[in-house]
């Protein structure tokens, strides 16, 4: 039987893939479309990009599922099958794969509003979503869940229960930190800093505490968030750094780190102990691909290896 990725990732280090929306762009979705609908009406486009990611050297997927919660659909106008949508996309992250023994990590991304008494959605309306969501998603064969880009505890909370009612044997916590104005620290929108939340996550039951997104958060302010996450917890860690940052060229956002600037910064991610290293919005498979060749070329050495085991 295939190793739990909790228990994988405790015995060398896993690379995850790169950014799903940024592709699905360049794939041909316009901006504001539904890019979770494509799982049933343009499969074979997401299964491209996520083949891409496999040929450069993926060992975990994440379904594109981040927008697939019905509170979300809705929003678009595309909940008539959530649980289609969700279990389309792990086949196709499995199919991806192909005969390789990867992990497909199903994605359950913010519900996109405020709770009450700040919004107008209540905490049972967004658990009967998550809920929803992490079902098809587990039921689907999906090796792990994670609850990605959160900025809030409570929210949170609400998708690692959800995730565990699902039977979900892995359970990733995933937050979006924003360095303070003053570049001194980070922290969530919401205020929460990386203990607080290492230290919420494994109170409530995760497996795998983890950033991604974020503001200025590159791969160097990702490896502090490391070394604070693993001051709290003994859980594994899995970042997914944007490719730098968002500018606006010709109405596009792209992201301005090439592979050749973003993979500087692996090496010292791996000596840090991180156990999965991918990488959010505007990464490609050359991103992918160049994490490959330098985190193969890290692990070729048994005292490099030694060196993340202890960190
Ligand atoms: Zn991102």
Redesign the pocket.
């Known amino acids: 039987m295939k190793m739990l990725l909790q228990d994988a990732i405790r015995q060398r280090p896993l690379l995850g893939d790169g950014?799903m929306?940024t592709q699905l762009m360049f794939a041909g979705l316009e901006q504001g479309n539904c890019g979770e609908a494509w799982n049933l009406m343009q499969p074979e486009r997401v299964l491209g990009i996520q083949r891409r990611y496999v040929e450069a050297g993926s060992d975990c997927l994440i379904t594109n599922t981040f927008g697939g919660s019905r509170i979300m659909l809705t929003r678009h106008s595309a909940a008539d099958d959530v649980v289609g949508v969700n279990q389309a996309a792990v086949e196709i992250a499995r199919e991806a794969f192909g005969d390789k023994d990867g992990y497909v990590i199903g994605d359950i991304g913010p519900f996109g509003g405020l709770l009450e008494p700040f919004g107008e959605f209540t905490v049972d309306q967004v658990r009967s979503a998550f809920e929803e969501q992490a079902k098809a998603l587990v039921d689907a064969g999906a090796d792990a869940i994670i609850i990605e880009?959160q900025t809030s505890l409570e929210e949170l909370l609400i998708g690692i229960q959800s995730a565990q009612a699902a039977g979900a044997k892995c359970i990733i916590g995933s937050m979006?930190y924003d360095v303070t104005l003053d570049g001194s620290t980070f922290r969530t929108m919401m205020g929460i800093e990386p203990e607080r939340a290492a230290g919420f996550m494994e109170e409530n039951g995760a497996h795998i505490v983890a950033l991604?997104?974020?503001t200025g958060m590159e791969m160097e302010r990702a490896k502090v968030a490391v070394e604070r996450y693993k001051q709290t917890t003994k859980l594994p860690v899995m970042v997914?750094p944007?490719a730098g940052k968002p500018q606006l060229i010709n109405m596009k956002v792209v992201y301005d780190e090439t592979p050749e600037q973003m993979v500087k910064g692996l090496v010292p991610l791996l000596e840090a102990g991180t156990n999965i290293v991918g990488s959010?919005?505007?990464s490609t498979p050359d991103h992918i691909r160049a994490f490959r060749r330098v985190m193969d070329e890290f692990l070729a050495s048994e005292e490099n290896l030694n060196r993340w085991r202890t960190a």
């Open positions: 950014a929306g880009t979006a991604n997104c974020g997914q944007n959010c919005c505007g």
